[in-house]
């Protein structure tokens, strides 16, 4: 089993910045990619950024520009540090890890959800 802990988020004012931590620790032989996710009420969870094992990025067009993924595979740890924060971008944001496991099977995590909420 893996267990991911998220951190960082909170209150911020427009334009203000925060920065998201998840930390997967417990059966890891090696982590593949890892993603944040966000999700408002009522609407689907949608990708915000992605980051594969290669360090290959993607973002949605909502943030491109403003948020910026990154991975510490040492510490088995991924970030989104998000600047220039908007009314919309607040949401729950979940941290995804998809984890090989001894043999080599892609497994899917999902962090808990840590709210971000964004004031004009």
């Known amino acids: 089993q893996v267990q991911l802990m998220e951190s960082g988020g909170g209150l911020v004012q427009a334009g203000g910045s925060l920065r998201l931590s998840c930390a997967a620790s417990?059966?890891?032989?090696?982590?593949?990619?890892m993603a944040w996710y966000r999700q408002t009420p009522g609407k689907q969870r949608e990708l915000v950024a992605k980051i594969t094992s290669g360090r290959s990025t993607n973002y949605a067009d909502s943030v491109k520009g403003r948020f910026t993924i990154s991975r510490d595979n040492a510490k088995n740890t991924v970030y989104l540090q998000m600047n220039s924060l908007k009314p919309e971008d607040t949401a729950v944001y979940y941290c995804?890890?998809?984890?090989?496991?001894?043999?080599?099977?892609?497994?899917?995590?999902w962090g808990q959800g840590t709210q971000v909420t964004v004031s004009s």
């Open positions: 417990g059966s890891i032989f090696r982590i593949n990619a």
């Open positions: 995804y890890v998809a984890v090989f496991d001894n043999s080599l099977r892609v497994v899917d995590y």
